[in-house]
DNA sequence: ACCTGAACACCGTTCAAGT
DNA sequence: ACCTGAACACCGTTCAAGT
């Protein structure tokens, strides 16, 4: 238990590090990996980092600023990984698996839509449409609606997150399936209720897939030249 | 200015009529839409109800069943009203104009999957999938698809949201674009830029169409008997 | 039974005071 | 300049005390 005098280790409370923005991003993403978006608050990291609260305040400004950095330090990390040749459908199964990794992502994706993490995920998936041969005019379309299926995911993903970490995941589906059940039976709901039946078996990643697929099959009979009926947009008739 | 003394009009209080669980939603309703969703708090709906912070705890558990409630009331009465013969398309539709008018409910139907409010929606568009030919084992996906493009949009829509009022939608989104365009300049993301530029002029109501159209035309494939194709689950050929 | 409103145990954020 | 931690202005929720 000798201490080596290395370096700059003269000053007395070296030990720790000086405090930085990444250091705090840092540790805010341990935190809410570890015990969930609740448990992050300026005092729960300020006692992390040996610190007072208000010491956060000179590197971030806001607790916003600091979940929007979490999350884009995260996706920054996939995206950057997974660019090289990965195409569309391969880079929306990445960021479905990211936001299972890290529940509280979801939810923050879902709280702003112009931070850098969704702007980052827009980008990321736009580049690849013209590669999967998206006509140039349905690309922000494409591009929004398989955003809009991360974000939606997200969500759900989000939501499951909240309950304790005792229950497992897997009997966390089995208790909503059966609430979904009690309630749609009460309510008379039928679809719901098979579809509970069903979300108690299959796994949601399979759907998140699927759902990706609809949507790249859709874009798919856009690259025709033209389409012989546009939609119209009175949908009234049978 | 005379009082009449009309049926049950012998209580002093009796002007107010006695605290009830839909009359405490309806309040909550009307906070939210008027002031947001910062603005109700246990302390505000009191006073609006003229009563003590604790007396709505008689008829309602918690603020989160308090949000769930508002959000059920808001959904179950255009899933009443629309039902009849719309097909999915214009319940999508009317989903999305519902979420526009009452901007708290998108993060509200984004909070927890299993809550009334959201399985309303899943079973309205449920109801309406076998209608529209889609073969009975896709429907879940195809269901789960529209639903995750409501709750997507739901998300983007809440959170813009969260400005003051006095900017207006147009100023918010011209706000949003160059934000947008100026960060995407400096993080060289192209995509993104030319998105905010096409954001700017064009409504997010044709783009939440187009998503759905999009999962339909996709839907719409799955129709054929026998796709070719299955889809397979290594992307990484060319 | 229903209501009241002070009290409790928290938040995010600010700011005088230290180093 | 950076840090500290008490203080401020809130929350949701509880609960003794009233009617």
Known sequence: MRETESEGERHPGRRREA???SGIVRA?????????EDAL?????????STGAGAIYHHVAS???????AAAELVAAIVATATPDADVRTLMLEAFDLIDAHRWL???????????AVLLVVEAVGERLAVAGVPEDHQFDVASALVHHILGAAGQHAASARV????????????????????ARRDQLPFVRAM???????????????GVDLILAGAA???????PHAPTPRPTGS
């Open 221 to 227: 009979t856009l690259t025709r030249p033209a389409p």
């Open 19 to 21: 405090l930085s923005a």
């Open 106 to 116: 979801g939810s923050q994706l879902a709280r702003a839509p112009w931070q850098a």
């Open 41 to 49: 608050t300026f005092r729960s990291l300020a006692k992390r980092l």
């Open 28 to 36: 805010a993403i341990e935190i809410l990996d570890a015990e969930g």
């Open 63 to 69: 607790k916003d600023e600091l979940l929007e950095a």
């Open 164 to 183: 304790p970490l005792a229950v497992g995941r897997s009997g966390l589906l089995k208790t909503v399936a059966d609430d979904w059940t009690s309630r």
């Open 196 to 210: 509970a039946r069903q979300l108690a078996d299959h796994d949601d990643r399979r759907q998140f897939a699927a």
